[in-house]
Each structure stands twice: as C-alpha cells, then as structure tokens.
C-alpha cells in the first residue's frame, strides 16, 4: 500500500582559488523572476542558459531559450554563448544546447513568433592572429600574466589562442558577461569547485558584483541539484539525511548498479539506510514469513521507484512511503535521472527470508520516465 506525504582550466594551479562556496542543498527548479533583484535580463537569460545546458537539465534548458528570445536575445548571442559552454563543458554538452536552440526556433517560426537573427562572430572568416590577442586578453581579463606551458605546453596553447583568442575575440559579450556564463556554468557541474571559485575572483576583477554572484549561484544550484544524475556521491550524501554509507558489495549481485548501505538500527527494529545510484535497482524479490514480515520503505532523498509484480510503477520522493507485505514480488531503486535514498524497515516475522529473483530487465525499467 503507497501512502503520500506532504512532506578553465585557469584553477588548475590553483592560484586564484577563492574560498566562495555554492549552497549545495536541494532547491527548486523555479527561481522567480522576482526573486532576482542583482542581474539585468540579459544577464539573467545567460545565467540560467549556461547553468541548464552545464547540468544537462534539457527541459529548463528550452525554456530558458525561449524566455531570452521572447525578451531580446537574438539568435546569434545565444549561439555564441553555447559556442564559449564548450570550452568549459564540452562539445557534447554545447552541441546538445544547440539543438534544442535550433527545435525551438523550427516551433517559433511554425507559429509566428518573433525572433531577432543577431549577427553571428563566424570567428573562421575573420583571420585573426589568435596567439597574440589571446595572451592579451587571458592577461587583462584575470589581472596578470598566465602561464601554464610547465603542466602542458599544449593546454597553453588552446587556452591562450583558442579560448582567449578565438572565442573571447567575438565582441557579442562584454568580459564581464562572459565571466558570469563561465561561472553560471561550472557552478551548476560537479567535481569544478577550484575553477568555480577562481572565476568568480576573476569575475569580481571584471565588473560583478557579490550580490550579482549570490544569484547566480542560486540559479546553478538549483540546475544542478534539481537534476540529481548531476551530483557526486559526495554532494549528494550533503542532502540525504542519514548520508550515503559504504558500498553493498554483499549484495551487490542482486541490484543493477552501485548500491550503499548505512544501518540505522540493528536492535529492536532493524533499519537501513539505502542508497542507489541514478539508474540503479535491485532485482524482483519477495520477503517471505509464516506471520508478520514484510518491508516498509520511506523515501528521503532523490527520486526513485516501487513497483510490484503485475502493477504499475509507483514513483517515490521524500515524504513518500510503501509498505510491502510478506509474499509480495517487487523491486525499487533509482530513477534513470536521479540518485535515491530510502530507509527499509525490515518487519519482524516468523521464519523470514528473502527470496532474490531475476533482474528488472532494461526494457522494462527503460519504459519510466
């Protein structure tokens, strides 16, 4: 039975780490429009552009497109703001942007939204000596001379010639705008706290304010941590209440993916703290007992899935609890997008046992959302 319940690679020397940290809790996808009070609209459409696209959160990611054509962003700035996410988050993450810009400007043009072209850079026509004004500009823009050849002559190289030359050569941003996509972007990532940090001293040396640095790390967090499958182990051991625990390597044969397990209790009644990476599950199985027995789970963290034999999926959140009778074939685990965290509470019975069955196959476990 379900019940509901209310309920740049620059930091690498690290020589401009500062000590500014993201509020790393849970939050909500939703930052109101009046609730921002610091960034101007354009600098609130790149913030939230770079800090959907970094975390991956497509959906938003489209969203906030279409926001910033609707209040003046032209084509060719959102484009070249995709074009700077490469450098800090890959090709794949900024080639995944550009196709969700290019959905949204097929489905405004199929119903007659205006949109402004903008002048794109096309940086390959200009035939620019990148080097040089690369190294300027990597100079000016962080108060001093970089040089990074010592760890890789090559990183130097694209750093100062493609990233400072090319990229930073288009004159579609100020250096300021383009420190607040740099640090709205790695905010909204994991495992990039030293180059966060370090832009957002640099971004401070160019024009942003403390206040105007507080909102877009409100914003990145809330991608970040509104899309799960974007957090660390650690990160998210930061919003699970009873932490993540250690590897289930004892029963590891039984789940599809990484499993942790931290007990709770182990007198009285016995709890356990359950952690499933995002797309983990553990296979069908069944608490058996001559009387009493039985399961009850109660979601704390994350998004995750309860669903028994012949029934639908039930999808689980903090708040949420399933109690599983003896004799009952189920699974649970994580959603595809989404670590989890459950407490299972093993209900005393007369002769209990555990009876693991096949895995969840991936057609089945593919079908939810």
């Not at 990532?189 to 832009?199: L, N």
């Not at 640099?202 to 790390?217: H, M, P, R, T």
């Not at 590897?247 to 209790?265: H, Q, R």
Request: with cysteine; hydrophobic share 40%.
């Amino acid at each position: 039975m379900f019940f509901k319940k209310s309920i740049l690679t620059l930091a690498i020397t690290s020589l401009f780490c500062g000590v500014c940290m993201a509020n790393e809790t849970g939050g909500n996808m939703q930052i109101l429009q009046s609730e921002i009070k610091n960034l101007n609209q354009k600098e609130l459409n790149l913030t939230k552009i770079s800090a959907f696209l970094a975390s991956s959160n497509l959906s938003e990611l489209k969203n906030a497109v279409n926001f910033a054509l609707d209040n003046g962003m032209s084509v060719a700035e959102i484009k070249d703001t995709m074009a700077q996410l490469y450098a800090y988050c890959g090709f794949p993450k900024a080639l995944n942007g550009l196709g969700v810009l290019s959905v949204s400007l097929k489905e405004r043009e199929k119903i007659g939204l205006k949109t402004t072209q903008g002048t794109e850079n096309k940086i390959i026509e200009k035939n620019l000596n990148s080097l040089e004004i690369g190294s300027k500009t990597q100079t000016d823009l962080v108060g001093g001379k970089v040089d990074l050849s010592a760890l890789s002559a090559d990183v130097d190289y694209y750093l100062k010639a493609h990233l400072f030359g090319d990229i930073f050569a288009s004159e579609i941003f100020s250096w300021k705008e383009r420190e607040i996509i740099t640090v709205a972007a790695l905010a909204a990532m994991s495992g990039t706290e030293p180059q966060r940090d370090a832009h957002i001293k640099i971004a401070k040396l160019n024009g942003v304010s403390d206040a105007q640095i507080n909102e877009i790390l409100e914003i990145s967090n809330s991608a970040k941590f509104g899309n799960p499958s974007a957090m660390s182990k650690d990160e998210f051991a930061k919003i699970s209440p009873f932490g993540v625990g250690e590897l289930n390597s004892a029963y590891a044969k039984y789940f599809s993916g990484n499993s942790y397990l931290n007990a709770i209790s182990t007198q009285q009644v016995k709890m356990y703290n359950v952690v499933f990476e995002p797309s983990c599950r553990n296979n069908w199985h069944i608490h058996h007992a001559k009387s009493g027995g039985g399961q009850i789970l109660i979601a704390t963290a994350g998004r995750g899935y309860y669903q028994e034999w012949g029934k639908e999926a039930v999808e689980m959140k903090p708040g949420d609890v399933i109690n599983i009778p003896a004799g009952v074939k189920h699974w649970h685990g994580a959603a595809k997008d989404s670590w989890f965290a459950h407490i299972a509470v093993e209900v005393e019975g007369v002769e209990a046992s555990n009876e693991w069955l096949e895995p969840v196959s991936d057609e089945q476990y593919g079908k939810l959302r």
